[in-house]
């Protein structure tokens, strides 16, 4: 392991601890606006909350988990890019499984919601992937770009939970 990595990889220490602190409350308050309205989530069925509320779940823990890996003391080069790309192509593999895209066309919803539930968390996971092989040629850059899609995924996680509160917010009404 060399010593230029450490030194790069301890150079976005307190940006991880910053977004990682981040991922956690938001996770939590999911499990709290989740509980706080469960006569409309049970009223959407298993497949509308594997398919919009988890999926943002999901996008937290891994800005969460992504910021834990990131701390590990003498993570090498080689052993990152293992978890990357581990990591990538199983969250891709659950974009695929929950089938979100169904429940976005069965749900009637605009384009929009489609980039933000399906496209850019299909792109972020991809770009995990990606960023694994950058890391190969060009750590310096590789570890820009994880930084910025964990600030995207954070922010995928942001504006969904925001639109699943205000849906929640208007089914109560009715």
């Not at 988990?65 to 192509?89: F, Q």
């Not at 964990?150 to 205000?166: E, F, H, K, P, S």
Request: overall charge positive; proline content about 2%.
């Amino acid at each position: 392991m060399t010593k230029a990595w450490l030194e790069q990889l301890e150079g976005w220490h307190d940006f991880y601890v910053i977004v990682g602190s981040a991922a956690a409350g938001l996770t939590g308050l999911m499990f709290v606006v989740v509980s706080l309205g469960p006569k409309v989530i049970s009223g959407r069925g298993s497949s509308g909350v594997r398919g919009f509320v988890t999926p943002t779940v999901v996008f937290f823990t891994t800005v969460l988990v992504m910021s834990t890996v990131m701390a590990i003391p003498a993570l090498s080069l080689k052993m990152l890019r293992v978890i990357l790309c581990i990591g990538g192509l199983g969250a891709l593999i659950y974009l695929v499984w929950i089938r979100s895209h169904k429940q976005w066309r069965e749900s009637q919803l605009d384009r929009l919601d489609w980039c933000w539930y399906i496209g850019l968390p299909f792109l972020s996971y991809l770009s995990i992937v990606a960023n694994a092989i950058v890391m190969g040629l060009n750590a310096t850059v590789g570890l820009a770009m994880l930084g910025g899609t964990v600030i995207l995924l954070l922010v995928i996680g942001i504006r969904n939970a925001w639109d699943l509160v205000l849906w929640m917010a208007q089914q109560t009404k009715d």
